[in-house]
């Protein structure tokens, strides 16, 4: 019963002693507690953060330069290869045939070169002379035959005019005669009596008759203008009037050969009317066709000679100026090589020599393409062809990828714009949460991609290390480091306040030892107003700002305001984020990994 009583008394003196010290300490008249924080030298960190996936830094599909038919494949997938190690053997028989050729063509050109140094013996300088002696030949051939071509073609001419007036005049007859058994009597012509009668039954009647009227009007004026140019012209005048003469023929002749047409078909279309309705046409039509056929042989014959006659006077005049060619070119000919070759010959065979020698590189260039090698060292990833299979150089044959690893990772506009080449960054890993591999960044993608408004760039960053447990297309996320300040002063972000354009802290107006009497976890509470002071600040991650101007290492400013309703649990959290060494805890946090104030990316 004793000692029940005695612990009772413990108890309650306990237990008054805790309520009194309660409110000595959380309780009190409404006061408002400062927590406070040592403005501090070390280094502040900032970063940008971005999430993406780990790729080799080369991945190339290998293709061949060439088609044919794989004859060999060399690797399998995932096999280590080097840079030019084999990879496939297409059939190289037709390119070594090609690389024969073209040695043998360079060898050719090189003994041309030769040849053309040395000095043209006997026998070379015979045949040249011989060449240029059947040229001069050929042009005079060529000269005589262009004289008797004009002596055929004045010969034709006047074969043509020994039949042509007996046509014209036959054909007046047949035309514009008046033959009894046409009604002729009356005195009306042939023409009209073939038209009316056919008019009876063909309204074309009247279209016939004024062909024939027309063509044979225009036959009959050339006619007459070349049967006195004919008289003008004897087979001793100028080829050029003789030229003329037989062009001139030619052009009457098939003037009256359409004229004869013309009549024929007049005729025919009367015949051909009446014997359609049992008529029978008068027995001289059938005379009038008879002689208007045989003078259509007689046109068609001369108009086929004097053609020949112009064919062959141009194809004279030609062989004389081929043969005028050929004997500059003989003669030419036959000047260098009593001359010897000139610097001009020597170049071209020379360049010739170019020629092939660069054919042949292009024919080994091809068989060298046969043999399809690894771009660089890496990792074959896929083999897509086997022996036998068909290549070109649309098809992939194996694809390789670089052992080195990169990540490439997506920002916003705003981090992307802070981002340059040769930044150092960590990056961390899903698949392998305790593996942290630092790199750098190698490119800043210059378009970005618009997806639903918003705007990210691609980030590569290159690892500074490899692990083999980093494979391609895990998922990794990178704080890219953008700025460092080392030797700074630095104050939690939540001490620095803003009043327009101007940023400032708060200082108590008590001394250190004042402060630091007063329990941590509740703060303290001032008697003093506090002091309000202007600061230009720098630099700042999510924790902490740089101070420039304003503060000295060791000085103590407000952190955080605890409210008289905070409660004893946030007390005890506030005191947990305080940073070590500096009394009064409160609020700013701590830097990741103990020495440094670094600040993760935002």
Same mark, same amino acid.
């Given at each position: 019963?004793?000692?029940?009583?005695?612990?009772?008394?413990?108890?309650?003196?306990?237990?008054?002693?805790?309520?009194?010290?309660?409110?000595?300490?959380?309780?009190?008249?409404?006061?408002?507690?400062?927590?406070? *924080?040592?403005? $501090?030298?070390?280094?502040?960190?900032?970063?940008?953060?971005?999430?993406?996936?780990?790729?080799?830094?080369?991945?190339?599909?290998?293709?061949?330069?060439?088609?044919?038919?794989?004859?060999?494949?060399?690797?399998?997938?995932? $096999?280590?290869?080097?840079?030019?190690?084999?990879?496939?053997?297409?059939?190289?028989?037709?390119?070594?045939?090609?690389?024969?050729?073209?040695?043998?063509?360079?060898?050719?050109?090189?003994?041309?070169?030769?040849?053309?140094?040395?000095?043209?013996?006997?026998?070379?300088? @015979? %045949?040249? /002379?011989?060449?240029?002696?059947?040229? +001069?030949?050929s042009k005079q051939k060529?000269?005589?035959?262009?004289?008797?071509?004009?002596?055929?073609?004045?010969?034709?001419?006047?074969?043509?005019?020994?039949?042509?007036?007996?046509?014209?005049?036959?054909?007046?007859?047949?035309?514009?005669?008046?033959?009894?058994?046409?009604?002729?009597?009356?005195?009306?012509?042939?023409?009209?009596?073939?038209?009316?009668?056919?008019?009876?039954?063909?309204?074309?009647?009247?279209?016939?008759?004024?062909?024939?009227?027309?063509?044979? $009007? *225009?036959?009959?004026?050339?006619?007459?203008?070349?049967?006195?140019?004919?008289?003008?012209?004897?087979?001793?005048?100028? %080829?050029?009037?003789?030229?003329?003469?037989?062009?001139?023929?030619?052009?009457?002749?098939?003037?009256?050969?359409?004229?004869?047409? !013309?009549?024929?078909?007049?005729?025919?279309?009367?015949?051909?009317?009446?014997?359609?309705?049992?008529?029978?046409?008068?027995?001289?039509?059938?005379?009038?066709?008879?002689?208007?056929?045989?003078?259509?042989?007689?046109?068609?014959?001369?108009?086929?000679?004097? @053609?020949?006659?112009?064919?062959?006077? +141009?194809?004279?005049?030609?062989?004389?100026?081929?043969?005028?060619?050929?004997?500059?070119?003989?003669?030419? !000919?036959?000047?260098?090589?009593?001359?010897?070759?000139?610097?001009?010959?020597?170049?071209?065979?020379?360049?010739?020599?170019?020629?092939?020698?660069?054919?042949?590189?292009?024919?080994?260039?091809?068989?060298?393409?046969?043999?399809?090698?690894?771009?660089?060292?890496?990792?074959?990833?896929?083999?897509?062809?086997?022996?036998?299979?068909?290549?070109?150089?649309?098809?992939?044959?194996?694809?390789?990828?670089?052992k080195q690893k990169i990540a490439e990772v997506?920002?916003?506009?705003?981090?992307?714009? +802070?981002?340059?080449?040769? $930044?150092?960054?960590?990056?961390?890993?899903?698949?392998?949460?305790?593996?942290?591999?630092?790199?750098?960044?190698? /490119?800043?993608?210059? @378009?970005?991609?618009?997806? %639903?408004?918003?705007?990210?760039?691609?980030?590569?960053?290159?690892?500074?290390? %490899?692990?083999?447990?980093?494979?391609?297309?895990?998922?990794?996320?990178?704080?890219?480091?953008?700025?460092?300040?080392?030797?700074?002063?630095?104050?939690?972000?939540?001490?620095? +306040?803003?009043?327009?354009?101007?940023?400032?802290?708060?200082?108590?107006?008590?001394?250190?030892?004042?402060?630091?009497?007063?329990?941590?976890?509740?703060?303290?509470?001032?008697?003093?107003?506090?002091?309000?002071?202007?600061?230009?600040?720098?630099?700042?991650?999510?924790?902490?700002?740089?101070?420039?101007?304003?503060?000295? /290492?060791?000085?103590?400013?407000?952190?955080?305001?605890?409210?008289?309703?905070?409660?004893?649990?946030?007390?005890?959290?506030?005191?947990?984020?305080?940073?070590?060494?500096?009394?009064?805890?409160?609020?700013?946090?701590?830097?990741?990994?103990?020495?440094?104030?670094?600040?993760?990316?935002?």
């Amino acid at each position: 019963m004793k000692h029940k009583v005695i612990s009772a008394l413990a108890i309650l003196a306990i237990g008054g002693g805790g309520y009194y010290g309660y409110q000595k300490v959380f309780t009190n008249d409404g006061a408002i507690r400062y927590a406070f *924080a040592e403005v $501090q030298k070390g280094t502040l960190i900032v970063s940008v953060s971005g999430s993406g996936q780990v790729s080799a830094s080369n991945q190339v599909d290998i293709k061949p330069r060439t088609s044919g038919e794989i004859v060999s494949v060399y690797v399998t997938s995932g $096999q280590e290869v080097a840079a030019g190690q084999l990879i496939v053997q297409i059939d190289a028989s037709d390119t070594q045939r090609a690389v024969r050729d073209a040695e043998t063509a360079l060898e050719t050109a090189k003994l041309e070169l030769d040849k053309t140094l040395e000095s043209a013996d006997d026998l070379t300088l @015979l %045949q040249a /002379e011989n060449s240029f002696t059947q040229a +001069k030949e050929s042009k005079q051939k060529a000269e005589d035959n262009i004289k008797k071509s004009y002596e055929d073609g004045f010969n034709n001419v006047a074969n043509a005019f020994l039949a042509l007036p007996g046509v014209m005049a036959g054909l007046q007859d047949i035309l514009y005669g008046s033959a009894r058994e046409l009604g002729g009597n009356g005195g009306q012509w042939n023409v009209d009596y073939y038209a009316s009668s056919a008019g009876y039954y063909n309204d074309a009647a009247p279209q016939f008759k004024q062909d024939v009227y027309d063509k044979y $009007q *225009a036959a009959r004026k050339v006619y007459d203008k070349n049967f006195i140019d004919y008289k003008a012209t004897s087979r001793f005048s100028d %080829q050029a009037t003789i030229d003329a003469l037989i062009i001139e023929t030619y052009e009457t002749v098939k003037l009256i050969s359409e004229a004869v047409r !013309s009549s024929n078909n007049l005729i025919q279309l009367y015949q051909d009317e009446l014997t359609k309705r049992n008529f029978k046409p008068a027995a001289i039509s059938d005379t009038h066709l008879t002689i208007l056929t045989s003078y259509t042989g007689t046109t068609n014959n001369h108009l086929v000679s004097l @053609l020949s006659t112009q064919r062959s006077i +141009k194809d004279s005049y030609e062989a004389i100026v081929s043969a005028d060619r050929t004997i500059k070119e003989r003669e030419l !000919s036959l000047a260098k090589i009593r001359s010897g070759a000139d610097d001009l010959d020597i170049r071209s065979r020379k360049i010739t020599i170019q020629q092939r020698e660069d054919a042949l590189a292009t024919a080994r260039e091809a068989l060298a393409d046969t043999s399809v090698r690894a771009p660089f060292a890496g990792v074959i990833a896929k083999v897509s062809a086997k022996k036998g299979d068909s290549t070109s150089s649309a098809t992939a044959v194996a694809t390789i990828v670089t052992k080195q690893k990169i990540a490439e990772v997506s920002l916003n506009e705003v981090d992307a714009a +802070k981002v340059k080449s040769g $930044q150092k960054a960590t990056l961390t890993f899903d698949a392998i949460s305790d593996l942290t591999i630092t790199g750098a960044v190698a /490119e800043v993608d210059a @378009l970005g991609t618009v997806s %639903q408004g918003v705007v990210t760039y691609a980030i590569k960053i290159v690892f500074d290390t %490899q692990d083999e447990r980093v494979k391609t297309a895990m998922s990794t996320s990178a704080a890219i480091v953008i700025d460092a300040r080392s030797d700074t002063l630095l104050v939690p972000n939540s001490a620095v +306040k803003a009043q327009g354009d101007m940023s400032y802290v708060e200082l108590p107006g008590e001394t250190d030892a004042s402060i630091a009497s007063v329990a941590s976890a509740a703060g303290a509470v001032l008697d003093s107003p506090l002091e309000r002071r202007v600061v230009e600040v720098g630099a700042s991650n999510d924790e902490f700002t740089e101070v420039l101007i304003g503060l000295g /290492e060791g000085d103590r400013v407000v952190s955080r305001t605890i409210q008289p309703s905070t409660t004893q649990t946030q007390i005890t959290q506030s005191n947990s984020l305080r940073i070590p060494g500096v009394t009064g805890g409160g609020g700013g946090g701590g830097s990741r990994g103990g020495g440094m104030f670094t600040a993760p990316a935002r």
